[in-house]
Nanobody
Framework: QAQVVQSGGGSVQAGGSLRLSCVAN????????MAWFRQTPEKELAGEDR????????????RYADSVKDRFTISRDNAKNALYLQMNSLKPEATAMYYC?????????????????WGQGTQVTVYS
């Protein structure tokens, strides 16, 4: 079955940049939507949903959370089933575990939806 593999992340000083990569190894059914989410340990323990950071529909539609708009940029490579997240001007509040998700049929703005595939997560830490 398909799997989603993430790479990138790490620790960076505030104001710096990081680039995350997500590749969905699904070539039989195809991928309609790919998205980035994030969650802090505190919110996870509190039972809060993962926050949607940005998502890309295969039709070219892009959407960003207001908190990252103008600083984060996603790019989609449909041929590779890949989604990249360029994170610029990073702020400490961006510190979180970042997850990539992919779905074959839907593209909702929520983590509550039962996405077909989830990546393993990668830590992003922004220090002052």
């Amino acid at each position: 079955q398909a799997q989603v593999v993430q790479s990138g992340g790490g620790s960076v000083q505030a104001g710096g940049s990081l680039r995350l990569s997500c590749v969905a190894n699904e070539y039989t059914h195809g991928i309609k939507c790919m998205a980035w989410f994030r969650q802090t340990p505190e919110k996870e323990l509190a039972g809060e949903d993962r926050e949607v950071v940005a998502r890309s529909d295969r039709d070219g539609s892009l959407r960003y959370a207001d908190s990252v708009k103008d600083r984060f940029t996603i790019s989609r490579d449909n041929a590779k089933n890949a989604l990249y997240l360029q994170m610029n001007s990073l702020k400490p509040e961006a510190t979180a575990m970042y997850y990539c998700a992919a779905d074959r049929t839907q593209c909702p703005w929520t983590a509550k939806y039962n996405w077909d595939y989830w990546g393993q997560g990668t830590q992003v830490t922004v220090y002052s």
